[in-house]
Nanobody, 123 residues
């Protein structure tokens, strides 16, 4: 099973980007999905997660009100809409599939990881 993130790019502060994450197989409809990011020289950190039914979401404080996570189980795709981007959002963004159906902020609850897509926000 593969996850492929896309949609990253170079934007100016205040701009928007929409990340997508496509799963190679329709196997994640019962699993929570998440986005993590890793900035240069920093640990990979939790960004957002969504439960398998899509009704429950969780965000790290720094992105609340600016980012929106969503999923389309029929299309096997996860999304992250990022608005009002800031330079501190610059990182490689990874999508991941959890081993559970509920949201989690913990990396080791996620079994499958995509290769990541680079988001660069200039000031």
């Amino acid at each position: 099973v593969q996850l492929q993130a896309s949609g990253g790019g170079l934007v100016q502060a205040g701009a928007s980007l929409r990340l997508s994450c496509a799963a190679s197989k329709p196997t994640f409809s019962n699993n929570a999905l998440g986005w993590f990011r890793q900035a240069p020289g920093k640990e990979r950190e939790f960004v957002a997660a969504i439960a398998w039914k899509g009704g429950t979401t969780d965000y790290t404080d720094s992105v609340k009100g600016r980012f929106t996570i969503s999923r389309d189980n029929a299309k096997n795709t996860l999304y992250l809409q990022m608005n009002s981007l800031k330079p501190e959002d610059t990182a490689i963004y990874y999508c991941a599939a959890s081993m559970t159906s509920t949201t989690s902020r913990t990396r080791n609850t996620y079994r499958y990881w995509g290769k990541g897509t680079l988001v660069t926000v200039s000031s």
